[in-house]
């Protein structure tokens, strides 16, 4: 069993994506409907994991998704579809197989047996996503820290690097296995890295506090919504945007002035579904900069088909970061990106979300949320004035709030 990473420790381990002709490796995707993901939520799954495989470098050509009561504790789905999935990977030369759930030791090691391919999940792969976006030395620390966490429980029968430790003359003693060995060099890697995290972090603790008491704005949202396109429009700034998952993984933090207000705002790495804990607890100090923000911009990817779950997603990250209750403004941006699909008259058929127009998605999100709400579109700068009217009144509100007697300009 092999686990690739694109990695910055001097531990090598080998990458996957892509190869090195240049072409993308082909990849297949297989997700499992239970109990709790119906075929709908799946098929939805998928469509991100596609995302998500096509950001690392991969080509998807196929996709196999299996109905389980219980999952297979030895390869998860059923032995009859790993076998078809192992004939489609012989006859279409596929790279690589891709499972949209967390896979334990045993069905790594079973189901790359099984196919003689590389084998990823779905944390896997978000690591991997995760080394290539980092760019800073504070990123690849926190990259290379959840690695060596992911790897720790994985290291089975995984690293070739160490050959099992002999006696001899003069060397007699307790000894150690191979991989009580590699588990000691994982566990001392873990600490260097949190060692090295938690001195940038007291660095970027003084950064902050030396920003004075200047009103913070953090963009939060799922990933891939938009947030560094609108950051880049707000603070006239070229912070890297792209329409790829995790574009952004390391925060930055800019001036904004409207008006005569200046305040900061800061750029967050975007959340997504199934988001690893140990991946969470890695990023926790990027995330300081959420924590202490006095004002958030939740923004929405208005075109996606799954936005309200992408919202109810976020909300549960920043209730876990224990944010929720700050201020927020609700932006809905990709207005340009929208699509509608009129329902005729005589059809009888339960409404569907592409069937609801913009004007009507705007009434009811306006009406039923308690947060100020805006419509717009980085992309083409639709309603962005009134987006800094909005941001001004809560900035200006904020700011008298903790100097009363501050004059400014209004």
Request: some cysteine; aromatic content about 8%; hydrophobic content about 40%.
């Amino acid at each position: 069993m092999t686990i690739r990473f694109r990695t910055f420790a001097t531990v090598k381990i080998e990458t996957g994506f892509p190869t090195e002709s240049g072409k993308p490796e082909c990849a297949v995707l297989v997700g499992v409907i239970n109990y709790i993901q119906t075929p709908k939520i799946v098929e939805e799954y998928l469509d991100e994991l596609e995302f998500l495989a096509e950001t690392a470098g991969a080509a998807v050509i196929a996709r196999f998704v299996q109905k389980v009561e219980t999952n297979h504790p030895g390869t998860l789905i059923g032995k009859g579809k790993l076998e078809e999935i192992s004939a489609y990977v012989a006859d279409n030369e596929v790279d690589m197989v891709i499972f949209d759930e967390d896979l334990t030791p045993t069905q790594l090691r079973n189901i790359e047996a099984a196919v003689n391919v590389r084998v990823l999940d779905r944390t896997n792969l978000i690591l991997d996503i995760f080394a290539l976006r980092a760019q800073t030395a504070y990123a690849k620390v926190q990259v290379e820290l959840a690695q060596y966490q992911y790897l720790l429980p994985r290291l089975s029968g995984l690293w070739t690097h160490l050959e099992r430790q002999r006696g001899g003359i003069g060397l007699r003693g307790p000894g150690e296995t191979e991989i009580e060995t590699d588990r000691r060099v994982i566990r001392d890697k873990i600490s260097k890295c949190k060692e090295q995290l938690g001195k940038i972090d007291l660095q970027m603790a003084i950064q902050r506090k030396n920003r004075g008491k200047m009103v913070r704005v953090a963009l939060v949202g799922y990933t891939n919504v938009g947030k560094s396109t609108l950051m880049n429009l707000l603070a006239k700034s070229e912070v890297f945007a792209e329409n790829k998952l995790f574009a952004t993984l390391d925060t930055t933090v800019r001036k904004v002035v409207v008006e005569n207000l200046p305040f900061l705002i800061s750029d967050t790495v975007g959340f997504i579904r199934k988001l690893p804990h140990h991946l969470v607890e890695s990023f926790k100090s990027t995330l300081d900069e959420v924590r202490e923000s006095d004002l958030l911009i939740h923004v929405v990817d208005i075109s996606h088909a799954g936005f309200e779950d992408q919202i109810e997603v976020v909300t549960q990250t920043l209730d876990e970061l224990g944010v929720s209750t700050k201020p927020m403004i609700l932006v809905f941006n990709k207005m340009d990106a929208f699509s509608y699909v009129p329902k005729e008259e005589d059809d009888l058929t339960p409404m569907l979300k592409e069937n609801i127009s913009l004007n009507d998605l705007m009434n009811s999100w306006m009406a039923k949320n308690n947060n100020p709400c805006i419509f717009i579109s980085a992309k083409n700068k639709t309603n962005i004035d009134a987006l800094k009217e909005m941001l001004y009144e809560k900035v200006s509100e904020i700011h008298t709030t903790r100097y009363p007697y501050h004059d400014f300009l209004y």
